[in-house]
């Protein structure tokens, strides 16, 4: 995977971004890093612009009309608000889908079970649609998956896990944040269940509500070797900290810690030795995803997510549809 000291060797693509927010500016800095040609953007917004490699590029205000001036881009990233996803993903298809290309959606890449299940299974014949999941890409929860074997064979199997998500927010911002996003849930459930699924395999969700309408706990089951596993996970706007932890206890008593929000992570005896540790070495945090994630989506692939392992995902989240 991507490391400052030796830049990815992938081809380039043109690529058309749909969605000029926060977190489609991470997206442009990684494509730029990674040798990439952004060609065009889209946004409702009639303000926006979009400076790419030093270059001013067009930008349109819906799918239809970009693809009229753009017609054969190799990749879509679509970066709208999540409620936002499924409809303008359709549009996408509609007005792109004559000829191959991928479409990249955001995570999740839906906020109903439904409209998830449909673009996951049902995409026109020349659409790959890929969500990117970007916290199963994050540098200390790649560390982990790489050493996890011999962790398990000098350990044992996972017997418990627990993760924290919580973006602490205002009255008036939790709020706000619920249009935009849907929910604390369906904003960072997803991140603890991405970043969790390459160390073991969930077989069951049952998602409570702490402090309605922001805050969740999910009691959760997951495959241990020929025994069950069980853990928990909560996903909080109130409160006054920031987190994003997740803890994994081995048979032995042995711990997993990965700080998400620190990319860092150790792995501490029964007696709380640090054993193992790992660390960030620079990249802020949300760019070491994307930088990890566009390697391999645009290159070696060998970490991708399947379109099994992304429905499942998000079974777990949208099952419970008061969330």
Request: hydrophobic fraction near 40%.
């Amino acid at each position: 995977m991507h490391t400052p000291e030796s830049p990815a060797l992938i081809a380039p693509n043109k690529i058309i971004l749909v969605g000029l927010g926060e977190v489609a500016i991470t997206h442009q800095e990684a494509l730029e890093r990674l040798g990439q040609t952004v060609i065009a953007g889209v946004d409702v917004n009639p303000s926006k612009e979009l400076v790419f490699g030093g270059k001013e590029l067009p930008v349109y205000h819906s799918p239809q009309e970009a693809a009229a001036k753009q017609p054969e881009p190799d990749i879509i990233v679509v970066s709208v608000p999540t409620p936002e996803h499924y409809v303008v993903c359709q549009q996408v298809f509609s007005a792109f889908g004559q000829k191959p290309v991928r479409v990249f959606v955001e995570k999740p890449c839906a906020d109903t079970l439904a409209d998830a299940h449909d673009l996951l299974t049902n995409t026109p014949e020349n659409i790959t649609l890929e969500p990117l999941l970007h916290f199963a890409y994050s540098p200390e929860v790649l560390w982990a998956a790489k050493h996890l074997p011999g962790w398990l064979k000098q350990h044992g199997p996972i017997r418990n896990y627990r993760a924290v998500f919580a973006d602490a927010r205002s009255a008036p911002d939790q709020a706000q944040k619920r249009e935009v996003l849907g929910s604390s849930w369906k904003d960072l459930g997803i991140n603890a269940l991405s970043a969790a699924h390459r160390l073991i395999d969930f077989t069951r969700l049952e998602l409570r509500p702490i402090k309605e309408p922001y805050d969740y706990g999910a009691l959760v089951t997951f495959d241990s070797g020929p025994l069950k596993g069980n853990g928990a996970i909560t996903t909080r706007w109130s409160g006054e900290t920031r987190s994003s932890d997740s803890t994994f206890v081995f048979a032995s008593g042995a711990q997993l810690k990965l700080n998400h929000y620190l990319v860092s992570g150790s792995l501490e005896n029964r007696d709380g030795l640090v054993q193992m540790s790992s660390y960030n070495r620079g990249t802020t945090r949300r760019l070491s995803h994307y930088l990890n994630l566009y390697e391999d989506l645009l290159g070696a692939k060998d970490m991708a997510l399947t379109s099994r392992d992304s429905l499942k995902l998000h079974e777990l989240l949208l099952t419970d549809e008061a969330a």
